[in-house]
């Protein structure tokens, strides 16, 4: 079965630029969630979606927004780069029955290296 | 509200050895899962184990271990027999069951050196 995949590797941006992530679960899973990753701020959860439907948001401004398609495939975008949006943003997915569980673990990619100039 | 803490920022031991990587947590729902993630520095996240709330036993996979005292709101990761290849960062994870579907907190992680 293959992993949850995440395009582009790397990716560097300017200021003021918009940027378009994209990341596709492994088959089966219907849950795709976004965190970044920087080295002051630790993993950061952005949001969360089951179905095509955003369950859950982290405390990031309108400028970091997704989607999730009916293939459950994901893409996160993000407005109006700042230099402070330089980071790993990883995407992983999970089985998700539907509800609400505690047990989903994570299957994750290998993330997408923004770096913005 | 959720929150993991690692207070471990890097810990060395050596090859064949047991380590305990520390995380102490904090919710207020009754229901939640504990997790623990090991990120190489290729930088892809792997799941290791896993311990529910309400799981009697102290969870194993392999040379994994959780350490779990629910009163001291502790999970903390064992590892038996440490190789070279376990060198990397490790993060302690949380998902409460009623309060924040979909969402995992993380702790800062700790970041393990095996030493041959």
């Known amino acids: 079965k293959a992993g949850v995949t995440q395009t582009p590797r790397y990716l560097i941006k300017t200021r003021g630029q918009q940027v378009t992530l994209s990341c596709s679960p492994i088959s089966g899973h219907r849950s795709v969630s976004w965190y970044q990753q920087t080295p002051g701020q630790g993993l950061q959860f952005l949001f969360e979606y089951f179905s095509e439907t955003q369950r859950n948001k982290g405390n990031f401004p309108g400028r970091f927004s997704g989607r999730q398609f009916s293939n459950s495939r994901s893409e996160m975008n993000v407005s109006t780069l700042e230099l402070g949006d330089s980071a790993l943003y990883l995407c992983?997915?999970?089985?998700?029955?539907?509800?609400?569980?505690?047990?989903?673990?994570?299957?994750f990619g290998s993330g997408t290296q923004l770096s913005v100039l | 509200a959720q929150k993991i803490t690692q207070t471990q920022p890097g810990m060395f031991v050596q090859e064949k050895e047991a380590v305990t990587l520390d995380c102490t947590y904090d919710?207020?729902?009754?229901?939640?899962?504990l997790f623990w993630y090991k990120q190489p520095s290729s930088g892809e996240m792997i799941f290791l184990i896993y311990q529910g709330s309400y799981d009697q036993q102290n969870a194993t996979e392999g040379r994994y271990s959780l350490n779990f005292q629910k009163a001291r709101k502790s999970a903390n990761l064992v590892i038996s027999a440490s190789q070279l290849g376990d060198s990397a960062m490790y993060f302690c994870a949380m998902r409460d069951f009623n309060t924040n579907a979909g969402k995992s907190t993380f702790g800062d992680g700790t970041t393990l050196t095996v030493k041959p």
């Open positions: 992983a997915s999970s089985l998700a029955a539907g509800g609400p569980a505690t047990n989903e673990k994570l299957f």
């Open positions: 919710t207020s729902d009754p229901s939640y899962g």
